[in-house]
């Protein structure tokens, strides 16, 4: 799959470990500078790329309860 000339394999994309399976999922696939997140009911849909570090951060805050209140 290409996705804004980023090319990711099929096997590339991943989903969280704790995934439960009930479709409310988003997958990703890794790259040196850009991250690709994809809906997992829609793997053919939109694709955000945000670059690695953008990433990085938002899963640090993530673990940190930044978006809790959200």
Do not use: H, Y
């Not at 409310?24 to 945000?50: H, N, Q």
Request: one cysteine or more.
């Amino acid at each position: 799959m290409s996705a804004s000339g980023l090319d990711v394999a099929e096997d590339a994309w991943r989903k969280a470990k704790r995934s439960v399976g009930n479709g409310a999922c988003v997958e990703v696939a890794t790259g040196r500078e850009i991250v690709a997140v994809r809906d997992s009911k829609d793997p053919d849909g939109p694709i955000l790329m945000p670059s690695a570090a953008r990433w990085r951060s938002f899963v640090a805050g993530a673990k940190q309860g930044a978006f809790d209140e959200l």
